[in-house]
């Protein structure tokens, strides 16, 4: 039985210090072209923590997907600033 406490201590101990995998969209409404999402996919991409970006022109929007323990959304919005195109987060995190 203690055995088994144990295992299961463990195992929530050691979950909740996995990084959590989060989801945020940000408005980026200064994209003006269809090559403008390359632009923003790219500088997302670079950003480390980040595994994916799916970037939308006609919506003007980009839904990025990281590791919060590598990567605050501060670094995302700076990130396409960067590159030229202000972003605001909207919907909040996921």
Do not use: H
């Not at 463990?10 to 995998?21: E, G, K």
């Not at 003006?32 to 923590?49: F, H, N, R, W």
């Amino acid at each position: 039985m203690k055995t088994l406490l144990v295992v299961t201590l463990s195992a929530v101990l050691t979950a909740a210090a996995w990084p959590a995998s989060r989801t945020v969209t940000l408005s980026i409404p200064t994209m003006d072209c269809p090559v403008c999402p390359i632009t923003v996919k790219k500088a997302l991409g670079k950003v480390e923590g980040v595994s994916k970006a799916e970037v939308n022109f006609d919506k003007r929007q980009a839904i990025v997907t990281f590791d919060d323990a590598k990567v605050g959304v501060e670094s995302l919005t700076r990130a396409t600033k960067d590159a030229g195109y202000l972003s605001i987060v909207t919907g909040g995190l996921k």
